[in-house]
């Protein structure tokens, strides 16, 4: 079955405690990117990989990490997290390919709701 | 600046009712995609539909119907004959070709509410 998968779902952290959001893709897609969900704002973009080791800046990509090593594998890094990070994020794997039958239609993971205390 | 605007905050409904999600987008690109995405209570993201610059024909699947006018930039959906498990907050999003094509711009959401 074609999926992204997040873990963890749910995290409760406190504040300066670096944590790891994974996130892996299935359908060999190049693309691949982390979007933040806020009340009143919508998905905002964090990061993107348009492939492996090419990332870069999405709309609001302060105070976060990633890394693109294989193509599967997108992990979004929070060095140390603060209050303003509490949000639901989600990943998402895209093929990319300008023109193509599924150009823009992005595959979301089912979201990981983080709590910084 | 925001590029995706949906101005309806929350959408209340009975059962049975239509009701109309308004989106209007910015760019300047000729070449663009729209999409609408449902976000139900459990929170996952589910693809209704996406549409390129090129067609402006409206479309009907179901109870779901989507009007695309360039000429008022705008891309609404229709949600006709409601059902409580239409319940759910509408994301309306724009693609463009000067940015990266994966890149979505999202609006801030319309939350429907539908009551039996």
């Known amino acids: 079955e074609a999926q992204v998968t997040q873990n963890p779902r749910y995290l409760i952290t406190v504040t300066g405690k670096k944590l790891t959001v994974t996130c892996s893709q299935n359908?060999?897609?190049?693309?691949m990117s982390w979007y933040r969900q806020d009340p009143g704002l919508g998905l905002r973009q964090i990061y993107y990989s348009m492939n492996v080791e090419a990332t870069d800046k999405g709309d609001v990509p302060e105070g976060y990490k990633v890394s693109r090593k294989e193509k599967r594998n997108f992990p979004l890094i929070l060095e140390s997290p603060s209050p303003n990070q509490t949000s639901l994020y989600f990943c998402a794997s895209s093929s990319g390919l300008a023109g193509g039958p599924n150009t823009g239609e992005l595959f979301f993971g089912e979201g990981s709701r983080l709590t910084v205390l | 600046a925001q590029k995706v605007t949906q101005a309806q905050t929350e959408i209340s409904v009975v059962e049975k009712e239509d009701v109309t999600l308004d989106c209007v987008y910015e760019t300047r690109d000729t070449t663009y995609y729209l999409f609408w995405y449902k976000q139900p209570p459990s929170g996952e993201l589910v693809f209704l539909i996406r549409r390129n610059s090129f067609d402006e024909q409206n479309e009907i699947s179901g109870r779901y119907s989507w009007n695309f006018q360039k000429s008022t930039s705008s891309f609404n959906f229709t949600i006709t004959a409601s059902q409580v498990v239409d319940s759910a907050v509408y994301f309306c999003?724009?693609?463009?070709?000067?940015?990266?094509?994966?890149?979505?711009?999202f609006g801030a959401g319309t939350q429907v509410v539908v009551t039996p």
């Open positions: 359908m060999n897609h190049e693309y």
């Open positions: 999003a724009l693609s463009e070709e000067t940015d990266s094509w994966g890149k979505l711009q």
